[in-house]
């Protein structure tokens, strides 16, 4: 069963401490379908402009992820995004966004997109996502992401698009914005009487944490030496993470699946981040996936030797 996702389709001039790229190819439903597309055929809606090119179409279209809904707007400019990380590559500082062929986007999925079981409704503006909800009205399992401009300029519309989900996926410093809470375990519990039953906060390089029911699971970042560009993690992990729940299509999506999922989505985001935009994630391969998923299991893992304490 197809995975749907919608979002942006960008280009990307990214600046880090360790280099620059101008115009490579981005977006959070780029990022997203190539993490994915490991486990099922993914498809793409958003539209792009004249400068989306043949290299960039292919990119888009590796393992087979399917581009029927990526509406091509003649005369249009593709969405575009810059951004700039200093040492701390946990926050960024957006430099400019010009929404070019989002500003007039109106997603019409094909029978195919609508059909999908696992629909992600990446970072665009919450009424979008709301259409594209609708669509997908039989969906088995919806997640969400979204960012502080939209909780900026949208919260009510947002609160809605999330009312109608599953799942929301959202940086543990927009969660607290969201919902007013300074405290996570708080804030899910508030996200989840809107209407989702999990929620995942992402902690950039401490990893992420699972809030489902009550019950709480977290995983760290995988280890790495040398983090190059951490563009497109947080929707890298969420497709590795969707990806898995969509893989699994007779399995009741329970807490104890969801934080598998989370190390499908961790192994994933972790090669990401080790090179510019979606170089590395675009050659990579399967069994180095499952190498770093068992390398979590690994160093997650602890036996207690129970000691007496002082009284
Ligand atoms: P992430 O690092 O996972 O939060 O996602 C980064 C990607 O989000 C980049 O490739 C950008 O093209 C895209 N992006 C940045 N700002 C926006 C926005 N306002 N709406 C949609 N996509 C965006």
Redesign the pocket.
């Given at each position: 069963m197809p995975v749907t996702v919608v979002?942006?389709i960008?280009y990307?001039s990214v600046r880090t401490p360790f280099g620059a790229r101008e115009r490579m190819l981005?977006?959070?439903a780029t990022?997203f379908a190539l993490a994915a597309s490991f486990f099922d055929e993914v498809r793409v809606v958003g539209p792009v402009g004249d400068d989306f090119g043949d290299d960039a179409y292919a990119v888009l279209r590796t393992r087979g992820t399917v581009t029927d809904d990526v509406e091509h707007v003649p005369g249009g400019h593709t969405?575009f995004?810059a951004g700039e990380y200093g040492y701390d590559l946990n926050s960024r500082d957006?430099l400019e966004?010009r929404l070019g062929v989002f500003e007039a986007f109106e997603p019409k999925l094909s029978d195919g997109s609508r059909a999908a079981d696992v629909v992600f409704l990446a970072?665009?503006q919450p009424e979008l996502q709301r259409t594209v909800r609708e669509q997908c009205a039989d969906a088995r399992f919806v997640a969400l992401d979204s960012?502080n401009?939209w909780i900026d300029v949208a919260r009510e519309a947002l609160v809605s698009a999330i009312a109608s989900v599953d799942c929301v996926v959202l940086n543990d410093a927009e969660l607290r914005q969201l919902t007013g809470k300074p405290n996570l375990v708080q804030a899910a519990r508030e996200v989840r009487s809107w209407g989702p039953h999990a929620v995942v906060a992402k902690q950039g390089e401490y990893g992420a944490a699972l809030l489902t029911d009550d019950r709480f699971f977290a995983l760290p970042a995988y280890p790495l030496e040398t983090v190059v560009d951490?563009?497109?993690?947080?929707?890298t992990f969420a497709g590795g993470f969707v990806g898995y729940v969509a893989a699994h299509p007779t399995e009741p999506v329970t807490h104890e699946l969801l934080t598998r999922a989370m190390a499908y989505g961790t192994a994933l985001a972790s090669y990401n981040v080790e090179e510019f935009g979606t170089d590395r994630v675009a050659r990579l391969r399967a069994e180095e996936v499952t190498a770093r998923v068992a390398e979590l299991e690994r160093i997650t893992h602890f036996v207690d030797a129970p000691i007496e304490l002082r009284a």
């Open positions: 979002g942006s960008a990307d981005g977006g959070a990022h969405f995004w957006t966004t970072n665009i960012m401009l951490p563009t497109g993690a947080g929707d």
